[in-house]
């Protein structure tokens, strides 16, 4: 009775108009499932197939740093089915809370957008799309935490991380991608694939960002000796690694 007469109030003044615009403007809406930075899966796309293709793909991992909504992930893993890849495991690692507060260079390093808390969305919420979309949870699994706490030995050891086909770092910030360089090392071999989405910002300043981090791999990994794959979306760059002298 009193739900009835205070509807009954609402619409002979108006309010009930006045609040249901107010509710689809303000209320909880549901994120788009869409990539983030699209030519990024075409970057993913001919790693994969390339991997298959030389006979690399079975009995190795495809990791992803930085999943942000989570379709990138989805992507690799449809599309690992797709190939036919009986035995390549996706792993997306992610803090879930955005990106981190900017420390070392990075507190100095201008970029749109690349703001503490930036490019947010909850493993809830990337769960549900995942799930929605069919993701095959048996070989698909998510990592939250910081990357300073999750992207350490016992990590690779618990998940029991194998040979790394394809890495993609999506970072921004260059301690990011540097405590990502350093976990997955141990895990590149000869053709691993690493897709850094973030390779061109910072005007291409080779002392920022994932150029910095990657050099410094190289630097203190003499034998890895990398090979321009593809340029994406002019924004990204992917190598193809080679191990020996």
């Known amino acids: 009775m009193l739900r009835a007469a205070t509807r009954q109030i609402l619409e002979t003044t108006h309010l009930l108009r006045v609040a249901r615009r107010l509710k689809a403007r303000l209320g909880p809406r549901e994120e788009p ?14 790693s994969l197939r390339l991997c298959s293709e030389r006979g690399q793909a079975e ?12 379709f990138a992930l989805w992507y690799a893993q449809a599309l690992i089915k797709d190939l036919g890849i009986r035995d390549m495991r996706c792993f997306g690692f992610d803090s879930f809370a955005g990106l981190p507060p900017p420390t070392g260079i990075d507190v ?27 993701t ?3 070989r698909t699994a998510l990592v939250e935490g910081w990357y300073e706490n999750t992207l350490v030995p016992q990590t690779r050891a618990e998940r029991g991380l194998r040979r790394c086909s394809v890495c ?9 991608a540097r405590l990502v360089l350093e976990f997955v090392e141990p895990l590149l071999a000869d053709g691993s ?5 973030d390779w061109n910002v910072y005007q291409r300043d080779p002392n920022k960002g994932e150029r910095r981090a990657f050099a410094e791999l190289l ?22 690694l080679k191990f020996g002298p």
């Open 193 to 197: 694939i690493l897709l850094f989405d």
């Open 59 to 70: 009995g190795s991992d495809y990791l992803e740093f930085g999943v942000y909504r989570g």
């Open 108 to 134: 100095s390093s201008q970029e749109p957008g690349f703001h503490e808390g930036a490019l947010t969305a909850s493993r809830a919420a990337v769960e549900a799309h995942l799930t929605r979309n069919g």
């Open 136 to 138: 095959d949870w048996s």
């Open 33 to 46: 499932f869409s990539p983030c930075t699209p030519h990024l899966l075409i970057a993913v796309q001919r």
């Open 219 to 240: 630097e203190r990994r003499p034998d890895i000796r990398p090979e321009p794959l593809m340029e994406f979306g002019g924004h990204g760059q992917g190598f193809v």
């Open 168 to 176: 993609v770092v999506d970072c921004d910030l260059y301690e990011s």
